[in-house]
């Protein structure tokens, strides 16, 4: 269905006698609400008024469609509409020549509520769905709002070695380049570069990370004066870390800052 052209029967006749369909443009966008006349009545008009309710917008038509299957139906559908208090033109169908016309569109009736542009071709299709309203609207202006990230794998107070020596291998890079710097840092520079890694995960809407490096005090320190939320990851080697180490980390900074630290 998307991307078909919509077309309207120039017969569609509106319950005030609004004139043809085929001539209204009131939107940048059309809602068709389609009842193809063989389902509970009253219950696609209550359907109607709920989409409507969630919906209603200037840049917005909503427009339903009913068809009708002989005189009878058209004599119980008029009343209905009318005492429902239907808050847009409603047309009928008396020859469901609607469907006729877009004979693409399938009977089943998840299918008979679309929206269309403005050359009246199919953007998108679908039922009604159970949402609420929201309470305010948010023009982004093109951006995307979404959960920011979480960096899982940093060594945060590394910032030192930014491009650092960095076209050497890596073992060359660690052992003659990084580790005897690393071996000359104390508290204070970890708590400072730490502080400026924060920062930097911010700009590209990092919220919280996963840090495993030296001077876990520093590093927690850091992550409450910030304000940032840090996962502090332990290891086991044979040059720094220790089973009882991590140990006294767990019990130390778990109860640090429940809110920001955890280990």
């Not at 109860?255 to 955890?262: G, T, V």
């Amino acid at each position: 269905m998307l991307g078909k052209e919509i077309k309207f029967p120039s017969n569609l006749q509106s319950l005030t006698n609004d004139g043809p369909l085929a001539s209204r443009r009131d939107s940048n966008a059309i809602l068709i609400y389609y009842y193809d006349g063989n389902e509970c009545t009253s219950c696609n008009i209550a359907n109607l008024n709920n989409i409507i309710n969630i919906y209603q917008s200037p840049n917005l038509s909503i427009i339903p469609i009913f068809s009708i299957n002989d005189d009878e139906h058209y004599l119980n559908l008029t009343p209905l509409l009318n005492n429902n208090s239907i808050k847009t033109i409603a047309y009928i169908d008396i020859n469901k020549d609607f469907i006729r016309k877009n004979s693409f569109i399938p009977k089943d009736s998840k299918f008979h509520t679309f929206l269309l542009n403005k050359q009246n071709k199919i953007v998108y299709v679908g039922p009604k769905k159970d949402v609420e309203k929201f309470e305010r609207e948010i023009n982004l202006n093109g951006n995307l709002l979404m959960p920011t990230f979480k960096n899982a794998h940093t060594h945060s107070a590394m910032t030192f070695g930014r491009s650092f020596s960095d076209d050497l291998p890596l073992d060359k890079w660690l052992n003659d380049k990084i580790f005897p710097i690393e071996a000359k840092l104390e508290s204070e520079d970890i708590y400072k570069l730490s502080k400026l890694a924060f920062l930097e995960y911010l700009t590209s809407g990092t919220s919280a990370c996963f840090d495993m490096y030296y001077f876990p005090e520093s590093m927690a320190k850091a992550s409450v004066d910030f304000g940032f939320r840090t996962v502090m990851c332990g290891a086991v080697n044979n040059f720094k870390e220790s089973v009882e180490k991590l140990e006294e980390y767990y019990n130390t900074y778990n109860n640090y800052n429940l809110s920001l630290i955890h280990i």
